[in-house]
């Protein structure tokens, strides 16, 4: 299957203005995946609707400022493991930095996927500071060797773009910006007058008002601080205007707004899903950006019926013309903007006038349009091959995995073969990866197993890549609906799959399920290994509250989510790694609380792991935690358990278990 991996810096991007892009990406055969940082919600997330839409999920650490330079450093690492790990054919990046780190990553990469960045905005433009045009520029020039297709949503950074040296075959493109999506943006109905009504009075807008909007994020670029002055200058009390939209600047607005006297009628309304209806309780709506690449939310404005007055940038240059289809201002003119707003509050036939015009030039920006044009560039991807569906019939319920690696006690490794030959639930294939093993009579055993029951398949490679790797392997060539988890030197009881499949079928809410253990050595069992039936958020903090042979998963999870991670960090716990992951993303897994497996780990080497290997699982807790939002004030302290541990006797700990277990 060829993947298709979306970049954004701050969540709720994709939902807000690419979920074409997804559908297009789609149909052309692609699984998509989507890239950013979860804990930056800038517009609304709508993880559901994009899980619904089968995009599989992944949290990276990417900041919206270049300069926070360890976690980008940190996000690049990631997306690089992502590329390689789900095989990513076609990278699609936006926003400066998802820019930036996304085409970084593909280049470093091993895969070395198609690249396509959509700039939606230079940060370089005619009128920019001389600091931008120093830094952003060369940097632009540079990344667009990396890049097979750049974007662009304006005539400035197209002609900019076009000049750039590309990969081969590679150029710049131009689309209509995101698009309109002129059926949910429309000028107001009659039999919508009541509901309008009744919308302004919850906005705080009395009846016969002059209201102004403006949408967007609240930061310094959207510079609505020179609609706040300008609103001042005016001194008319039934002028209100109402600002839609979060962001980093609106304490500063807030202060704004109580300096000129203005709290009782400038209101901050945060950030709103209801914007078609907000467009139409507006008289008129102020967009005074500094900067833009297009201004969706002037083409929305105009697309309602609205009369547009806005800066005059490189993007509202390219649908609005002052005096024809709206009213265009210095960005920096308090005067202008008040001039503009007092002319269309005083002539309501020029608001009609300049409504009009407006709705018929959004039509060429409309949703419709930048399909036509996503879809004439989306043609030059690499094609998706044809493929054959297996007959249902055909197909095994289970696919057992198992990593392999130097697996030297041959007596061990066939007592665990022979427990999942002898389940009581025999639909099953038996995929074994041999990572790389080095000792001749493991590989001569492994060679051997083929013969000995048909449902065993050994795949492999001559070099070592870790368990992480080798499950993987399995999961991309497994044929079953469901994925039992099984190690080289354990033992299943022999109703394991038998009652691990009947639960996970008789509780949909469930994706995954293990159960508890056995502890045991070459002297027999000496302990219990006991998991939470339903682990809770803190139930990640002490360790994996899931044991990892135990475990049976859907093999649809993994059409969703990404699998094991491969990095040498996650050596040793890469099931901890992705059971944060999978919970943090809002997957549920279970523990049936019944050992159903003998779970091999030797009572006197119960603690003994390097310090490399516990420095790193601190690394993995200190990432999970901080994306499951249990960092602080506890998490801190679990994060550096693996290391203290180490100093705690493994007497003490095989005590413990030993009084667990019902021996």
Same mark, same amino acid.
């Given at each position: 299957?060829?993947?298709?991996?979306?970049?954004?810096?701050?969540?709720?991007?994709?939902?807000?203005?690419?979920?074409?892009?997804?559908?297009?990406?789609?149909?052309?055969?692609?699984?998509?995946?989507?890239?950013?940082?979860?804990?930056?919600?800038?517009?609304?997330?709508?993880?559901? $609707? =994009? %899980?619904?839409?089968?995009?599989?999920?992944? *949290?990276?650490?990417?900041?919206?400022?270049?300069?926070? +330079?360890? &976690? #980008?450093?940190?996000?690049?690492?990631?997306?690089?493991?992502?590329?390689?790990?789900?095989?990513?054919?076609?990278?699609?990046?936006?926003?400066?930095?998802?820019?930036?780190?996304?085409?970084?990553?593909?280049?470093?990469?091993?895969?070395?996927?198609?690249?396509?960045?959509?700039?939606?905005?230079?940060?370089?433009?005619?009128?920019?500071?001389?600091?931008?045009?120093?830094?952003?520029?060369?940097?632009?020039?540079?990344?667009?060797?990396?890049?097979?297709?750049?974007?662009?949503?304006?005539?400035?950074?197209?002609?900019?773009?076009?000049?750039?040296?590309?990969?081969?075959?590679?150029?710049?493109?131009?689309?209509?910006?995101?698009?309109?999506?002129?059926?949910?943006?429309?000028?107001?109905?009659?039999?919508?007058?009541?509901?309008?009504? $009744? =919308? %302004?009075?919850?906005?705080?807008?009395?009846? *016969?008002?002059?209201?102004?909007?403006?949408?967007?994020? +609240?930061? &310094? #670029?959207?510079?609505?601080?020179?609609?706040?002055?300008?609103?001042?200058?005016?001194?008319?009390?039934?002028?209100?205007?109402?600002?839609?939209?979060?962001?980093?600047?609106?304490?500063?607005?807030?202060?704004?707004?109580?300096?000129?006297?203005?709290?009782?009628?400038?209101?901050?309304?945060?950030?709103?899903?209801?914007?078609?209806?907000?467009?139409?309780?507006?008289?008129?709506?102020?967009?005074?950006?500094?900067?833009?690449?297009?201004?969706?939310?002037?083409?929305?404005?105009?697309?309602?019926?609205?009369?547009?007055?806005?800066?005059?940038?490189?993007?509202?240059?390219?649908?609005?013309?002052?005096?024809?289809?709206?009213?265009?201002?210095?960005?920096?003119?308090?005067?202008?903007?008040?001039?503009?707003?007092?002319?269309?509050?005083?002539?309501?036939?020029?608001?009609?006038?300049?409504?009009?015009?407006?709705?018929?030039?959004?039509?060429?920006?409309?949703?419709?349009?930048?399909?036509?044009?996503?879809?004439?560039?989306?043609?030059?991807?690499?094609?998706?091959?044809?493929?054959?569906?297996?007959?249902?019939?055909?197909?095994?319920?289970?696919?057992?995995?198992?990593?392999?690696?130097?697996?030297?006690?041959?007596?061990?490794?066939?007592?665990?073969?022979?427990?999942?030959?002898?389940?009581?639930?025999?639909?099953?294939?038996?995929?074994?990866?041999?990572?790389?093993?080095?000792?001749?009579?493991?590989?001569?055993?492994?060679?051997?197993?083929?013969?000995?029951?048909?449902?065993?398949?050994?795949?492999?490679?001559?070099?070592?890549?870790?368990?992480?790797?080798?499950?993987?392997?399995?999961?991309?060539?497994?044929?079953?609906?469901?994925?039992?988890?099984?190690?080289?030197?354990?033992?299943?009881?022999?109703?394991?799959?038998?009652?691990?499949?009947?639960?996970?079928?008789?509780?949909?809410?469930?994706?995954?399920?293990?159960?508890?253990?056995?502890?045991?050595?070459?002297?027999?069992?000496?302990?219990?290994?006991?998991?939470?039936?339903?682990?809770?958020?803190?139930?990640?903090?002490?360790?994996?509250?899931?044991?990892?042979?135990?475990?049976?998963?859907?093999?649809?999870?993994?059409?969703?989510?990404?699998?094991?991670?491969?990095?040498?960090?996650?050596?040793?716990?890469?099931?901890?790694?992705?059971?944060?992951?999978?919970?943090?993303?809002?997957?549920?897994?279970?523990?049936?609380?019944?050992?159903?497996?003998?779970?091999?780990?030797?009572?006197?080497?119960?603690?003994?792991?390097?310090?490399?290997?516990?420095?790193?699982?601190?690394?993995?807790?200190?990432?999970?935690?901080?994306?499951?939002?249990?960092?602080?004030?506890?998490?801190?302290?679990?994060?550096?358990?693996?290391?203290?541990?180490?100093?705690?006797?493994?007497?003490?700990?095989?005590?413990?278990?030993?009084?667990?277990?019902?021996?």
């Amino acid at each position: 299957m060829n993947k298709a991996l979306i970049i954004t810096t701050t969540s709720g991007f994709l939902s807000q203005f690419e979920l074409n892009n997804v559908r297009l990406l789609q149909e052309k055969g692609y699984q998509v995946h989507y890239a950013t940082n979860f804990g930056v919600p800038i517009y609304e997330v709508k993880d559901e $609707t =994009l %899980r619904n839409m089968g995009v599989v999920l992944h *949290h990276i650490s990417i900041e919206k400022n270049p300069f926070k +330079i360890r &976690k #980008n450093i940190w996000a690049l690492r990631e997306l690089i493991r992502i590329i390689d790990r789900e095989a990513i054919s076609v990278v699609h990046c936006h926003n400066p930095n998802g820019g930036v780190l996304g085409r970084l990553a593909a280049v470093l990469s091993k895969r070395k996927p198609f690249v396509v960045y959509t700039a939606h905005g230079f940060h370089f433009f005619q009128g920019a500071p001389v600091k931008n045009w120093l830094f952003y520029y060369p940097a632009e020039k540079v990344l667009a060797k990396f890049s097979d297709i750049i974007i662009t949503i304006n005539h400035e950074d197209y002609t900019r773009a076009d000049k750039f040296h590309y990969k081969k075959d590679g150029g710049a493109a131009l689309i209509p910006g995101v698009g309109v999506d002129l059926e949910k943006f429309y000028p107001l109905k009659e039999d919508e007058v009541h509901e309008r009504d $009744t =919308l %302004r009075k919850d906005l705080g807008i009395p009846e *016969h008002a002059f209201h102004i909007v403006s949408a967007g994020e +609240i930061n &310094k #670029n959207k510079n609505h601080r020179v609609v706040i002055e300008a609103i001042a200058k005016l001194a008319r009390s039934d002028i209100y205007y109402s600002i839609c939209g979060e962001g980093p600047n609106r304490k500063n607005l807030e202060t704004e707004i109580k300096k000129y006297g203005l709290s009782d009628r400038v209101f901050l309304q945060g950030y709103r899903n209801d914007m078609p209806k907000i467009w139409r309780t507006a008289d008129i709506s102020v967009f005074p950006s500094l900067r833009e690449g297009m201004g969706m939310a002037g083409l929305e404005a105009m697309a309602s019926g609205i009369p547009l007055i806005a800066a005059d940038n490189r993007g509202t240059r390219e649908y609005l013309i002052d005096q024809e289809n709206g009213l265009v201002c210095n960005a920096a003119s308090a005067d202008e903007f008040a001039k503009a707003i007092l002319s269309l509050y005083e002539n309501k036939e020029q608001r009609q006038r300049y409504a009009a015009r407006a709705q018929n030039t959004v039509k060429k920006f409309s949703l419709h349009e930048s399909a036509a044009k996503m879809s004439q560039i989306y043609q030059k991807l690499p094609k998706v091959p044809e493929v054959t569906i297996e007959n249902d019939r055909e197909r095994p319920m289970i696919s057992v995995i198992m990593g392999v690696y130097n697996q030297q006690d041959l007596e061990v490794f066939e007592k665990a073969v022979n427990s999942v030959l002898q389940q009581t639930y025999r639909n099953f294939e038996f995929l074994i990866y041999n990572d790389g093993s080095s000792i001749k009579k493991v590989n001569t055993y492994m060679k051997e197993l083929e013969n000995k029951d048909s449902r065993i398949r050994v795949i492999g490679s001559k070099a070592n890549h870790g368990l992480g790797y080798a499950l993987n392997q399995c999961i991309a060539s497994a044929r079953g609906k469901y994925l039992a988890r099984m190690d080289a030197d354990d033992i299943s009881h022999p109703k394991r799959f038998e009652e691990e499949i009947s639960f996970l079928k008789d509780h949909p809410e469930y994706m995954w399920c293990g159960t508890n253990c056995k502890l045991v050595d070459d002297r027999g069992i000496w302990g219990e290994g006991v998991r939470p039936e339903e682990p809770g958020t803190d139930d990640y903090l002490k360790y994996s509250p899931y044991i990892h042979p135990t475990v049976m998963y859907r093999a649809s999870l993994f059409k969703k989510v990404a699998g094991y991670d491969e990095g040498k960090k996650t050596a040793r716990c890469e099931d901890y790694e992705l059971f944060m992951r999978l919970f943090g993303l809002g997957y549920k897994g279970y523990n049936i609380q019944k050992c159903l497996l003998d779970y091999r780990v030797d009572r006197e080497n119960y603690h003994n792991r390097s310090w490399k290997n516990r420095f790193h699982e601190g690394q993995v807790r200190y990432e999970g935690f901080r994306g499951l939002g249990i960092l602080w004030p506890k998490g801190w302290l679990y994060i550096f358990r693996p290391m203290v541990s180490r100093f705690v006797p493994s007497s003490m700990i095989v005590r413990k278990k030993e009084r667990m277990a019902d021996l």
